[in-house]
């Protein structure tokens, strides 16, 4: 587990949506991945916050692109996830998973 | 290729409040994204949200700074309460708030520097760390030192009005005035720092 604790939900929706769309995620297509699989509009600003704070703890890489006309001059920033940061999704994975066993109200769907 | 533009105030928002100048790729990705397709709407709703997180960032990442004002500030509007509460001469009041200014730094300095050493020789950090550490503690008090030189002075401003007669100033209007001048003060360094 990285030093600063476990992933927020957020933060894990992010790592996430970077592990399924590989080296070439940036925000836009990161926020329509969460979009997609959450119903929910996602403000592109909470995922660059996200992706601030996953980089400050290492779990994630960034390097930025070449600025292009349809975005007004600006350079895409693309993300990747580290080694560091698929280790930090697989023990959120474990440790949620354990917690979600044995649980007979979850289970079968009613309280 | 389709170059509809964004609501005018919308990206002057953006702009005014340094979120474009924080992060460009963000001000590009809104960008592309309205450009195919979303609303004005949806470009409102965005840049309010994108103005919130960089608020919380800078929070963040000042949250060191803000607490070491909060700290100066509180002892510094403590000791004016005392001084009146307890009748102090008026003319000992500068005297008194700088020196409890100043010994107000020189603790907290010293508390934060052997926290500070605790935690990174448990990391087994070298000397140079060491060095740059007790750099940057010294170079983030001289915030709170900023602000104890500024009330000491407008400690003796106010004194001197008050000595004036007919001039009635109040406890309370001068803790507004701190106030006031705390904000606008943090403001403009956060805003030079950044």
Redesign the interface.
Known sequence: MARGGYLGEFELMVVLALIRLGEDA???PI?REIEKRTGR?V????V??AL?RLEEKGLVASR?GE??????G????YFRITSNGLNEARETQRTLVSLWQGLPELSGGGL | ?NFRQPPKLAVWLLNRLG?TAH???????????F?SGRTPG?YW??AF??????F??RLRAYRQYLLEMFLGWSAETSVVVALWIFHVPLGVHALVLGVSGLATIWVVLYVEYRVRLHLWRNDDSSEEELDELWDRVLGARFVILGYFGYFVLNDAIVVLLDLLPGSGFSPPFIMMCHGCWLCWATIGRLRRTS
């Open positions: 940036y925000g836009v926020s509009e403000a592109i600003g909470s660059y916050a601030e930025l600025p292009t006309a349809a975005r007004g600006r350079a895409k920033r | 290729m979120v992060n460009e790729p963000l001000a590009g990705d809104l960008l592309e994204e450009r949806w709703r965005q949200m994108a103005i919130l997180a960089t919380g960032q």
